[in-house]
T-cell receptor
Framework: DVKVTQSSRYLVKRTGEKVFLECVQD?????MFWYRQDPGLGLRLIYF???????EKGDIPEGYSVSREKKERFSLILESASTNQTSMYLC????????????FGPGTRLTVT | AQKVTQAQTEISVVEKEDVTLDCVYE???????LFWYKQPPSGELVFLIR??????QNEISGRYSWNFQKSTSSFNFTITASQVVDSAVYFC????????????FGQGTRLTINP
């Protein structure tokens, strides 16, 4: 079974802190994705990566950056956390040939105070 | 641009009732995929179904069925004889069939099945 794990289920940070959200997948998937989920807005794509060191902006990249140094790991970085980044963050991965078949992690609920 | 609309924000029914979750989509692509995902309280999205735009045949899987109508750009999901375990947030999604194949999600419908 594909397994996508996220480093924390719950995280509380202060405004202005640098925040790292980590995602690891164990199925050698080329694609990895970061979404944020907000009530009434569904899931929105922040960034995705189709290879090591490659990244593309999604629909809402402002205030975020990403890092993919190894194929299995995709990090989402909040350079200076703000209260409007309080949200649920979901990571997903897929094969490049079946990019629509995404496997999701359990999510990290981030609260910025 | 692609767009998915789930107009029902929340639905609450009594156990054993049938319930239909609506999904309407917009796309200029001629080929695309449609999806339904379930998000139980644990938070992890669970894949339910994928439908290719060329295949308008309805699908049934146990108590779940899906009605894809290209003429109305709808992909509705029906749960027959609902159970408490069906309580979750359900998302409809759309992806292009070529290129990056990114998923575009609807807003989600929170379904509560009351005993």
């Amino acid at each position: 079974d594909v397994k996508v794990t996220q480093s924390s289920r719950y995280l509380v940070k202060r405004t202005g802190e640098k925040v790292f959200l980590e995602c690891v997948q164990d199925m050698d998937h080329e694609n990895m994705f970061w979404y944020r989920q907000d009530p009434g807005l569904g899931l929105r794509l922040i960034y995705f990566s189709y290879d090591v060191k490659m990244k593309e902006k999604g629909d809402i990249p402002e205030g975020y950056s990403v890092s993919r140094e190894k194929k299995e790991r995709f990090s989402l970085i909040l350079e200076s956390a703000s209260t409007n980044q309080t949200s649920m963050y979901l990571c997903a991965s897929s094969l490049i040939a079946r990019a629509y078949e995404q496997y999701f992690g359990p999510g990290t609920r981030l609260t910025v105070t | 641009a692609q767009k998915v609309t789930q107009a029902q924000t929340e639905i609450s029914v009594v156990e054993k009732e049938d319930v239909t979750l609506d999904c309407v989509y917009e796309t200029r692509d001629t080929t695309y995929y449609l999806f339904w995902y379930k998000q139980p309280p644990s938070g992890e999205l669970v894949f339910l179904i994928r439908r290719n735009s060329f295949d308008e045949q309805n699908e049934i899987s146990g108590r779940y069925s899906w009605n894809f109508q290209k003429s109305t750009s709808s992909f509705n999901f029906t749960i027959t004889a609902s159970q408490v375990v069906d309580s979750a947030v359900y998302f409809c999604a759309l992806s292009e069939a070529q290129g990056a194949q990114k998923l575009v999600f609807g807003q989600g419908t929170r379904l509560t099945i009351n005993p």
